[in-house]
């Protein structure tokens, strides 16, 4: 009989369910699209490095071109010319990539599901601890909702990396446990 007197009653469990779930997949997704946007940004960087080393190849080529020999003289206007190539063909391929847009749509997205998930635990928070027929419930339900909505209605990627996906899902479950309302809030 004793151990019944300590249980405690939750009026609002399925709301509190619900939101959980909505907070561990927001931060999931806050995740997934931090990562895809740090790997663009990395692409990008290197992009950037590349065209910037063969500028800067085919300059010190040609301007150490003096120094050379009159029969290496070929070798030096040949580097010059490749690197120089290569250096334009990226620069001229690099926006088509258009690594950009990509880069802000995920950035926006990130910050989108981290608002969610911020909506979402304040949710949880207030709920847990509300009496039965508070009706600030339904404020903070909606006020969730609507958090949790304006992300999802976001555009998603065209090609989703499932294996990244599965890894952070595995993540986000190891570092919200299915008691994670109970003993963490």
Not at 91 to 119: C, D, H, M, Y
Request: hydrophobic share 50%; proline share 4%; with cysteine.
């Amino acid at each position: 009989m004793s151990a019944l007197a300590n249980v405690v009653e939750y009026p609002y469990l399925p709301e509190l369910n619900d939101l959980f779930y909505r907070f561990r997949l927001g931060h999931l997704n806050e995740r997934y699209y931090a990562q895809v946007r740090d790997h663009l940004e990395s692409r990008d960087l290197a992009i950037q490095i590349m065209v910037v080393t063969m500028t800067g190849i085919a300059f010190a080529v040609l301007g150490v071109n003096e120094f050379l020999p009159h029969d290496k003289l070929w070798v030096a206007k040949l580097v010059a010319l490749v690197a120089s190539t290569v250096a334009f063909l990226v620069a001229a391929v690099a926006p088509w990539l258009k690594l950009g847009t990509k880069i802000n749509e995920a950035q926006v997205a990130a910050f989108a599901w981290n608002s969610a998930v911020r909506e979402i635990e304040k949710a949880m928070r207030y709920i847990k601890n509300a009496r039965q027929g508070d009706p600030q419930v339904a404020v903070w339900m909606h006020t969730a909702d609507s958090a949790y909505q304006t992300a999802v209605a976001l555009p998603s990627p065209k090609d989703q990396d499932n294996r990244r996906v599965g890894r952070l899902f595995r993540e986000v479950e190891a570092q919200f446990p299915c008691d994670y309302v109970w003993t963490s809030l």
